[in-house]
Structure formats: structure tokens, C-alpha cells
């Protein structure tokens, strides 16, 4: 198809090829013209600088990734029925992907993932969690959670947009309920037949960490017996499997005291006593993992390392590789011959391999033999499109300590 050349976003020549590979990403070095009557977050035509139509999407002059691609159709009208599509799309997958049985918290959506851009949607029990990442999807939101409650069913849509993203969109954080009702304070999900409170709408940080369901499992088979170390805790979901795989004890670290208090409120609901089988420890991790070098009644059989995304730019790289390597020494030195260390990173600008490279310098300077049991990665409702590699942002090694 021919653009109307008036109102197609024109590519300069030579950038069309990840256009044609379904990259769903324009950056400003490859666009030559942007018509002048096209407003943010408006949908338009991606065309050829010789005007062959070859995408529409939507455009946001302010952010460095100046149009998000949606569809590789020229023709297919991008309306109510478009978006509804997707949704389903997005929807069946979940509904087919296997090991979800007894899990009432997944990720529903997961953006460019799900062709989908700039649009996380995760489901907590009857009610859904809407993050809008982008201009584009900002001014559709309201529609978008419509639909979502008429296809799952579900009570209400909540708006947590808090993330530092969405200041390179020229927007600022935003939450609130976009449809139906507000959820309870507090309400309950289960995975893999544990039970965990989650709080949607207020706290530091909310919801629950769903890309880690399956390293839950992975970790936990090799907790049984052992004194376990969960640095990074956040509100013990890991330390819940620990248990219920027959873990001796369990030590939480994690530097806000509020999760450590619904940490001890998950374990009660599972049946567990925080007082006697864990010991949870408010405070920064690195500093308290330094000071426990000195002492030798704190090893471990077991560390389990989760922290957050330490490199969110590309200028913050180095300073993120430092840090998990200060970490990951760190652990390395407190595990008891045989241990294992259960580590994982999720910035995306750090890939397998580097952080593989990491931990391997972590260990050598440890002066320890660490061998790669397993590899771990995010769970199959947090997929990645083959066409963006940039959406693998979990990854983990479960490694033993030889000596
Ligand atoms: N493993 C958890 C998720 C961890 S999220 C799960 O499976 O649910 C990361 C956590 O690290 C947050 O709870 C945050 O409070 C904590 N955190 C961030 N920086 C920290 C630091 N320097 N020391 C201790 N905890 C930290």
C-alpha cells in the first residue's frame, strides 16, 4: 500500500528492516518526518521513505521511542474492536498456558511482549492491576479497563502508573480505580497452593512478584532441611515455599520493615510461626551481609538473592554490575560448603550472560568453586516476543557451592 504521504510518519532509508522484523520501537534516528498535524498519542502510518506503508502506530514526540508500532496491517483499522482483539489474544494465552491451576495472581498483559505496547495488566483475584507505560496507552486507559472487566469477569481495574518510565513519556505517576469497583485493603491470592495477602492500592510497593512463581518452585526443591537465607524478601514468598518444602529456618532481609510485617502475616497464613521458624531482619542488605562476614554463627545452606532492578538506564550500568557483584561475594561467603546460592537480577539492560560473567567474579574473588545447577528466567505469563529481545528481563542461576 501507498502512504497518503501527507499523514504516514516517513522512515529515513536504510531503517526500515527492524520495522519489517516486527520491532515494535521507532527512535527518532530513524524517522525523517513526523507530519506536523499529527498530535501525541495519536495512531498513524509507518511508511518507506518511498512511501510504502509498512506499520501504524501510535506516536509520542516527548519520549526518546518516538512511535510504538501496534500493527503491521496498513489497512486494519486501530479501534475499540482492534484493542478488544489483542485483549483476547492476550487472555487465551494465559487460559492455555499450563502450571497456572491454583494461581489467582498472573500477569495478564505484558506489553510489547503481547503486542501490546506500553500495557501491563496483572490479575489479583477478582481484580486487575492496569500500568500505563506510555502516552498512547494514557489516553486509552479508561477504555481499555472497560473491556478488560466485560472479558475477565473481574470486580474492578486499578491504575498503579508509579513507574519512572513513564517520566520519559512527559507524564507523571497516576493511580486510582479506572473501573468498577475498589478492591478491599487487603485481598488474598493463592500460587501453587499457598496463600498470600495482597495490597493493591496502598504501601511502598504493592502487588506480588508473579515472574518469579516458577523459581519459587525450582528453589524451594532444594530447601528441604536447610537453614535458609531470603535477602531481598519482600513479603516472603519465597520463604513460604522454603517452608512448605520442610526448610529448617528461614532468614528474611529485606530494608523496609512494612513487607517484613506482611512477610510474618503470609507465614501465619500458611501455617507457619515467623517467632520460631524465622527470623526477619529489617535493614540494608548490603551493609548487614558485610557485617555478618565477622560472624561465623551466620552460614547458610541456602541463599536466595532477588534484589530490584539496580541498572534502570544505560548510564547506571557499571554501578548496577558493582553492585550485584558486591552482593553476590558477599553471599557467596556465607555459604556453607555444598550451599547453594539461588541469585537472580532483573534489569534487562543486563543480560544472562553478563550477569553470568558477574557472578563468576563474584565467586572468584570469594575464592569459591560455584557450579550452575539451573537457569532460571521469568514465568511463562511474563513472555517475551522473539521480536523483542528487550522484554527478557528476569534471569536467575541456581548454583552449588563445591566448597
Ligand atoms: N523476592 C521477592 C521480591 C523482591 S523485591 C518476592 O519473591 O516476592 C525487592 C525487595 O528488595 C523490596 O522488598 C525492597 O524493599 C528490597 N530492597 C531494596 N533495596 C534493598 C537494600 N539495599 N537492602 C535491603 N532490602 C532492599
Request: proline share 5%; net charge neutral; charged share 25%.
Amino acid at each position: 500500500m501507498i502512504a497518503s504521504e501527507t499523514h504516514a510518519i516517513v522512515l529515513k532509508p536504510g531503517r526500515e528492516k527492524p520495522v519489517r522484523q516486527r520491532h515494535p520501537w521507532l527512535f527518532s534516528g530513524a524517522i525523517r518526518r513526523i507530519p506536523d498535524e499529527l498530535e501525541n498519542g495519536e495512531i498513524a502510518q509507518v511508511a518507506t521513505h518511498d512511501g510504502v506503508v509498512l506499520a501504524q502506530g501510535y506516536l509520542n514526540r516527548q519520549s526518546q521511542i518516538q512511535v510504538r508500532l501496534l500493527s503491521w496491517d496498513p489497512q486494519e483499522p486501530i479501534d475499540d474492536a482492534f484493542w478488544r482483539r489483542r485483549l483476547e489474544v492476550s487472555l487465551a494465552l494465559r487460559a492455555a498456558l499450563p502450571d497456572l491451576a491454583g494461581c489467582t495472581a498472573l500477569r495478564l498483559v505484558n506489553a510489547e511482549n503481547d503486542y501490546l505496547p506500553g500495557l501491563t495488566v496483572d490479575r489479583y483475584g477478582d481484580y486487575l492491576v492496569l500500568q500505563a507505560g506510555t502516552l498512547g496507552i494514557d489516553r486509552r486507559k479508561v477504555r481499555l479497563a472497560e473491556m478488560l472487566l466485560e472479558l475477565t469477569g473481574c470486580r474492578g481495574v486499578v491504575e498503579r502508573s508509579d513507574m519512572a518510565a513513564r517520566r520519559q513519556e512527559g507524564l507523571s505517576p497516576a493511580s486510582g480505580i479506572l473501573a468498577g469497583e475498589a478492591p478491599p485493603p487487603r485481598i488474598e491470592i493463592t500460587e501453587s497452593g499457598a496463600r498470600f495477602y495482597v495490597d493493591l492500592l496502598a504501601g511502598q510497593k504493592t502487588g506480588f512478584y508473579a515472574d518469579q512463581r516458577q523459581n519459587r518452585q525450582r528453589v524451594a526443591a532444594y530447601c528441604g532441611g536447610r537453614q535458609v537465607l531470603n535477602a531481598f524478601s519482600y513479603t516472603g514468598a519465597f520463604a513460604v515455599f522454603a517452608l512448605h518444602s520442610g526448610a529448617a529456618h528461614v532468614t528474611n532481609l529485606d530494608s523496609s520493615v512494612d513487607v517484613l510485617t506482611a512477610a510474618e502475616a503470609n507465614l501465619r497464613l500458611n501455617g507457619f510461626d515467623p517467632d520460631s521458624q524465622t527470623e526477619n531482619i529489617a535493614g540494608d542488605i548490603f551493609t548487614i551481609l558485610r557485617d555478618w562476614q565477622h560472624q561465623p554463627e551466620r552460614r547458610y545452606d541456602l541463599v536466595i538473592l532477588d534484589p530490584p532492578k539496580f541498572a534502570t538506564s544505560q548510564s547506571t550500568v557499571e554501578r548496577a554490575l558493582r553492585g550485584y557483584k558486591d552482593i553476590n561475594r558477599l553471599a557467596i561467603q556465607l555459604l556453607r560448603p555444598g550451599g547453594i546460592l539461588a541469585t537472580f537480577s532483573c534489569s534487562g539492560l543486563v543480560g544472562p550472560g553478563l550477569f553470568q560473567k558477574v557472578v563468576f567474579s563474584a565467586a572468584a574473588d570469594a575464592g569459591r568453586d560455584l557450579q550452575i545447577l539451573e537457569r532460571l528466567t521469568q514465568s511463562a505469563d511474563h513472555p517475551v516476543a522473539l521480536s523483542f529481545p528487550e522484554g527478557e528481563y528476569l534471569k536467575g542461576l541456581l548454583c552449588r557451592a563445591t566448597k
